[in-house]
């Protein structure tokens, strides 16, 4: 699937970080390249609320990481991002309840 959610992005990276040890150490990354057009999102998930849980609390803890993202993009971008239509399209992706998602990140 490609959309285009707006001239203020030509590229989104989002990547979870999950390693407990390893990510003890790392900072989250939150970069918004505007003159690129670029955004680099590296968020933590709660590895042992992501060990503890199924495959359904998995993939929300998941979907959450990705709409946190999504939505502190939208805010550094502004107008030129259509951060809305993108979450909208992750929470069909994903076949996730709308309200329990949306109103968790």
Same mark, same amino acid.
């Given at each position: 699937m490609s959309r285009d959610y707006g001239p203020a992005l030509k590229k989104i990276a989002i990547i979870p970080i999950l390693r407990s040890e390893w990510a003890a150490n790392r900072t989250e990354r939150k970069l918004f390249q505007r003159k690129l057009c670029e955004t680099d999102y590296r968020l933590k998930i709660d590895f042992d609320?992501?060990?503890a849980g199924d495959s359904r609390d998995r993939e /929300? /803890?998941?979907v959450q990481n990705i709409l946190t993202a999504v939505? @502190?993009?939208a805010r550094k971008a502004g107008k030129q991002f259509r951060g809305?239509?993108?979450k909208r @399209?992750?929470?069909s992706l994903f076949d996730s309840p709308a309200d329990s998602v949306l109103n968790e990140s």
């Open positions: 609320a992501f060990m /929300l /803890l998941l939505s @502190d993009l809305s239509e993108l @399209d992750i929470i």
